[in-house]
DNA sequence: TTTGATGATGTAAAGGTTTTCATGAATGAT
DNA sequence: ATCATTCATGAAAACCTTTACATCATCAAA
């Protein structure tokens, strides 16, 4: 239309005949001026951005910028003005812009195989409330340990959508690991099963510990013939959780039987079987127990078919306090994993890793509770 | 140190004397070059960008981006020479800048009261293998019903890290449903409780269907004492459930007995009190059927302490099929809601919403599915 | 041969920040 | 009065895309 533009914001800015040579902030402070005019109200989906509060508070974006993360560093009155145009824009910095130029998104990915486990969920609950109290929000993947499916995932850290990564896996995602590609490697931490050979941090439940309090909780109520169900070479949590029941046995005195030791994966039906497994061999303890709750569960469900009293015949331990664990009958004695204080921890040390700090020790692990229900009893007999 | 700078990358560019005028896509030419002697390995955090691809296979940078994102505009040679660039940069595009143009995440923020709940969980399941599939993220927010924590996650919303809005709270962000503040909604879609007063579209399960099919059952075992434990005035579920109660009574021509439908607010110990207070006022029913599973597990360990013979003496019904469900015992025959099904449904809406299409229905009710177990038998008295 | 249409590609302008460097005023020391 | 510091601010570059528009070659139709 004309060709000379002419730029205002109500605060007396000249005419300038240079267009392009017309300061950034005032090439915009008639939209500005217009905003200002409705209020904090605006345009559909026409957010105001970092030009607009400068053209109301009269100056330029980099102090506002500046009032916005270093707000010592300008005068207490420009302070006061960009402030004051903030709440009439309704301004919110515009995060990917943020990112962009930061090269950091303040995100962190969770990658799980089952985000529908109690354990995942629990942990995450840690997680999600330590990152976002640190300004950090939380992206979750659910891989179902699909190697499709966790390439694809890696496209939030290559892509600068994520500055880090919590591990459920127990493993690299696929396509890491591979030689070469170390440099790539964001800042990690794992949690619930430790990454095998690797020097990934990991936050986690002293197994060891734990079990070997458990066993002591046992023997401390008479028992001698204690089973041990969920025997396995190859999970590392399996074998540290035998390796504490072994501890406990010989620390009073109890020579470990073999027959009493049983394979097992972790499941309910594992320990289902195992316990029939026991009867058919007839060799038999007076307490059973299991690597963990679910296996506890089968157990249970075995003893409770062969119409056994419990847990008067027979006491049953467990290991990580899952939900279901008070409503089995008899509601289950079990050592209880402190998920929520496992992923704070977790978070916290990606923190300081993302921070740029060397992590002390390679594990954190945190001691798990005994939480005494109705599954165990004094041993009845030998 | 020198006055004109030369650029080259190998491809035989001349010299140019005007540096501002001198193409982008040659600008950072040496620097590709270098990457591409180097094999697809990477300075540690200097990524590839769009540049280098646009220099390596020699077209511009807005030939890569059509090549990437709109194949059939490019020519087939140069194509495959943009592709082999890619590879061999490993260059994969900044998710950032990408949003930061088009004003879009691709992200999905879910806003629910508690992560760590199992109906969560199993939905959130669903949630996330619909995003994933069609190239969405999925960032979670635990508000804890707390004012504070929802204003929090807004700034998602409005700083346009998220596109849309998964609620599981039942009610509006806070500092949404404000007058004015309409225009800033961003697509929303709700699930495991529909917003009150808002027209925000729902994915659930279709309650009083659900519930008459549960009813139904019971009167099919020859029931015709049922009770309801879990009336209330508020809860829009337990309201709907308590409706297709009366209905499959009423479409048997079985009067409702006021007496025996209790009041409840879906936790375990408000199932335990309700029966305790029916013992005391001596009117008995034959079968409970319970507005969700808590409730119905109060009812059996109320129960069972009074040493009655379940299912013998009793049935117990309920609805959720949450994840003990199985493990109590007697283990409980439910009405099981789709959860995965409620999540994907819900994401697709969402997606759709997003896409700019208007929703057909403000709400999709998906149908409960009657799980079988043992908690419910045939009456053995009137 | 001219004109018009089509198709492939390049140029440059957003998109909204943060931050380096430059500028200029005010302050303190000499 | 002069000079050196310090302090508050502004200009402009950089972060990396996508896309409207312009350009240019090619080919078909007139």
């Known amino acids: ?49 970092i030009e607009d509060v400068a053209a109301i508070a009269g100056v330029s974006i980099a102090t506002v910028s500046r009032a916005i993360n270093e707000p010592t560093k300008v005068a207490d009155e420009t302070r006061r003005r960009v402030t004051e145009a903030i709440a009439r824009t309704g301004y919110t910095t515009n995060a990917m812009a943020r990112s962009l130029r930061m090269r950091r998104s303040n995100m962190i990915l969770i990658l799980a195989p089952d985000v529908g486990d109690p354990n995942f969920s629990n942990i995450l609950v840690g997680l999600e409330t330590e990152a976002s109290k640190r300004g950090y929000g939380v992206l979750i993947g659910n891989t179902q340990n699909d190697a499709t499916r966790e390439t694809d995932y890696l496209r939030f850290i290559s892509s600068n959508q994520a500055d880090g990564l919590i591990l459920f896996t127990g493993h690299l995602p696929y396509g890491f690991g591979q030689e070469g590609a170390e440099a790539r490697l964001p800042p990690m931490v794992a949690v619930n099963e430790p990454v095998s050979n690797s020097d990934v941090p990991f936050v986690g439940v002293d197994n060891f510990e734990g079990s070997r309090v458990a066993t002591e909780h046992l023997i401390s109520q008479g028992h001698r013939r204690i089973a041990f169900i969920g025997h396995s070479t190859s999970k590392a949590v399996n074998i540290l959780r035998e390796k504490g029941y072994r501890a406990a046995l010989e620390g009073h005195g109890i ?20 316990t029939e ?77 993302l921070a740029g700090e060397k992590p002390k020790q390679n594990e954190v692990l945190l001691r798990a509770e005994l939480i005494v229900r109705n599954s165990v009893a004094r041993a009845s007999r030998d």
């Open 255 to 274: 020579t470990v039987d073999p027959r009493l030791i049983l394979d097992g994966d972790g499941t309910t039906e594992s320990g289902r079987a195992a």
């Open 1 to 49: 239309m004309n060709d000379v533009k002419v730029y205002t914001n109500g605060k007396a800015y000249k005419p300038i005949e240079n267009v392009w040579r017309c300061p950034r902030h005032l090439l915009k402070a008639a939209r500005a001026d217009a905003i200002g005019r409705a209020g904090h109200q605006l345009q559909h989906h026409k957010l105001a951005t």
């Open 277 to 353: 497994h026991m009867f058919v061999r007839d060799v038999l303890p007076t307490a059973f127990f299991c690597v963990n709750d679910a296996t506890a569960l089968g157990v249970i469900i075995s003893l409770n078919a062969r119409r056994y009293d419990l847990p008067r015949e027979f006491s049953v331990m467990g290991f990580d306090d899952i939900s279901f664990a008070s409503f089995v009958t008899p509601s289950l004695t079990t050592m209880k994993q402190p998920r929520l204080k496992i992923g704070e921890e977790a978070m916290d040390l990606l923190l300081a890793l």
